[in-house]
């Protein structure tokens, strides 16, 4: 059964930085173009960004675009997201999720929530 | 990049049909054949209902299926039922080779 399991996230201060990781299972991780996507509580879902099978091209949303890298190991089948400069505005649950093609994501993890203090 | 905008919330009562749009640009869903749709149960993960504007991956329910007409997409549900009450997204593809959804969409089953 494929799996997604998302863990790093945690309470962090303005100005501070987090990297967050989405151990996989189940499927050829390497095969897979791979995103991350955040949602803050009761609002809709946000690109956040994405990597390529090989990790060789990656690609940002303009409000994250400098602060967070994206980055794989497929080796451990592990997908990452470096955040830096975290502002208040990027706390949320992040989910990786598997791309399916045309950047539709038919796998989920279940998340992990970032909260950002001031 | 701007989210698309989808309605707030829409309603329907069993067995009837209901529809949400996503109204986006000429850079995104006007462009490219890439808009999927989200359903999202409370507290739980989004399920991908559609991609491709109007494709259903395997398990996903025929009563759901999806169009796009110039810059704005559509995902129409048939047959209503309780089951079906959920948020739901839309996505698509971009110029600056982006992803970008809506705001989301409330749908309540009366």
């Known amino acids: 059964e494929v799996h997604l399991v998302e863990s790093g996230g945690g309470l962090v201060q303005s100005g501070g930085s987090l990297r967050l990781s989405c151990a996989t299972s189940?499927?050829?991780?390497?095969?897979?173009?791979m995103h991350w996507v955040r949602q803050a509580p009761g609002k809709g879902l946000v690109w956040v960004s994405r990597?390529?099978?090989?990790?060789?091209?990656?690609t940002y949303a303009d409000s994250v675009k400098g602060r967070f890298t994206i980055s794989r190991d497929n080796a451990k089948n592990t997908l990452y997201l470096q955040m830096d400069s975290l502002r208040a505005d990027d706390a949320a649950v992040y989910y990786c999720?598997?791309?399916?093609?045309?950047?539709?994501?038919?796998?989920w993890g279940q998340g992990t929530m970032v909260t950002v203090s001031s | 990049q701007s989210a698309l905008t989808q309605p707030a919330s829409v309603s329907g009562s069993p067995g009837q049909s209901i529809t949400i749009s996503c109204t986006g640009s000429?850079?995104?869903?006007?462009?490219?054949?890439?808009v999927s749709w989200y359903q999202q149960h409370p507290g739980k993960v989004p399920k991908l209902m559609i991609f491709?504007?109007?494709n259903r991956p395997s398990g996903v329910s025929n009563r759901f299926s999806g169009s796009k007409s110039g810059n704005t997409a559509s995902l129409t549900i048939s047959g209503l039922q309780a089951e079906d009450e959920a948020d739901y997204h839309c996505?698509?593809?971009?110029?600056?080779?982006?992803?970008?959804f809506g705001g989301g969409t409330k749908l309540t089953v009366l």
């Open positions: 999720a598997r791309n399916f093609r045309s950047d539709a994501s038919d796998i």
């Open positions: 189940g499927f050829t991780f390497s095969n897979f173009w």
């Open positions: 990597i390529n099978a090989d990790g060789t091209t990656t």
């Open positions: 000429s850079s995104d869903i006007g462009a490219y054949n890439y």
């Open positions: 491709d504007v109007s």
């Open positions: 996505s698509s593809y971009t110029s600056s080779s982006t992803v970008v």
